[in-house]
């Protein structure tokens, strides 16, 4: 995957528990330690397909409880 996380000092007015927060956050977010730990073991075609399906299913379940949130909190300013 090669992917190159960095957080600049800048972005976080060098606060440096702020920067390990922010690092941390962007190694889960492009699932580097995932991949790294799904590399330590062979596992078979189909085990990854249902862990993507599984995985994928509960991205769609997140968005739709995010969905629904962000729609009672418009309908409850509304009234």
Not at 52 to 76: F, G, H, I, T, V
Request: proline content about 1%.
């Amino acid at each position: 995957m090669g992917s190159n996380v960095v957080v600049k000092s800048k972005e976080c007015r060098g606060n440096h528990e702020r920067m390990i927060r922010r690092f941390i956050k962007k190694c889960k977010k492009e699932r580097i330690i995932e991949e790294y730990k799904d590399r330590r073991r062979y596992k078979k075609p189909s085990e990854k397909k249902r862990d993507k399906r599984a995985r994928a299913q509960r991205e769609r379940k997140r968005q739709e409880l995010k969905r629904q949130r962000l729609l009672e909190k418009r309908s409850r300013r509304k009234n």
